[in-house]
């Protein structure tokens, strides 16, 4: 099993920044794959961006892509989302998952307000 810890959620006004961090322990060595997710209250729980653990290869939701970048320091076992150009629809609980050899694993989430 692998534990996430997600931090970097925040209030930010509209058009602003953030950076999202997950920290990774335990079987880190049998993740293939990692990604973000979020949430919003009555809604299905989202893909947001995806990244390959080897080769680095990455995936966004058309509502994201050339806002938000991934990517991933296998040698701190962290990966990071950095959201620019944020608007108030991307307003939702951030979720960091972690695909292993045995299944998903999932962090705690950290929330992400953007007000307009």
């Known amino acids: 099993q692998v534990q996430l810890v997600e931090s970097g959620g925040g209030l930010v006004q509209a058009g602003g920044s953030l950076r999202l961090s997950c920290a990774a322990s335990?079987?880190?060595?049998?993740?293939?794959?990692m990604g973000w997710f979020r949430q919003t209250p009555g809604k299905e729980r989202e893909f947001v961006t995806g990244?390959?653990?080897?080769?680095?290869?990455?995936f966004y939701a058309d509502s994201v892509k050339g806002r938000f970048t991934i990517s991933r320091d296998n040698a701190k076992n962290t990966l990071y989302l950095q959201m620019n150009n944020l608007k108030p629809e991307d307003t939702a609980v951030y979720y960091c998952?972690?695909?292993?050899?045995?299944?998903?694993?999932w962090g705690q989430g950290t929330q992400v307000t953007v007000s307009s």
């Open positions: 998952k972690a695909t292993t050899n045995t299944g998903n694993d």
């Open positions: 335990g079987r880190t060595f049998s993740i293939y794959d």
């Open positions: 990244i390959t653990w080897s080769g680095g290869a990455t």
